[in-house]
């Protein structure tokens, strides 16, 4: 008797169960934007003071975290953007890169330089003193 509820009932289950590969894929969430880039103070090492650089990060919220054991202040080559000092250990107010990227330098050390790329776009061409 036990063996034909049994066969009475798998049918049933078996047919509750959707089959492999009949329904429709996953969906893989798009990623979200979780905060701002940050671009790394390494010290004075001219092009290779910053990283990454040149960053990917034309519009984009931008944070400077110094881990150099002296303090820094990143300014825009152009002066439209400055962080005021950065600390060692610390990390600067959340800036906004312009859109169309840009160059910039360590006030205090002018030797230190750094590029913001727009999207897939190369750095603009660096002009001026700090290049």
Do not use: W
């Not at 329904?23 to 893989?28: D, E, H, L, M, Y």
């Not at 400055?82 to 169309?100: E, F, K, L, N, Q």
């Amino acid at each position: 008797m036990r063996a034909l509820a049994l066969t009475a009932i798998l049918p049933i289950a078996l047919a509750a169960v959707p089959a492999c590969g009949g329904g429709s894929s996953p969906v893989t969430p798009a990623p979200t934007d979780t905060g701002p880039v940050t671009i790394t103070i390494v010290g004075e090492r001219g092009n290779q003071s910053f990283t990454p650089n040149p960053a990917s990060a034309g519009g984009k919220a931008v944070v400077f975290r110094n881990t150099d054991t002296v303090v820094h202040r990143v300014q825009l080559n152009d002066g439209t953007l400055d962080t005021g000092d950065i600390a060692p250990g610390a990390t600067s107010r959340v800036v906004t890169m312009p859109a169309t990227g840009t160059n910039y330098h360590c006030t205090l050390h002018t030797g230190m330089v750094g590029a913001i790329n727009a999207g897939a776009a190369p750095p603009p061409s660096c002009t001026g003193p700090y290049c």
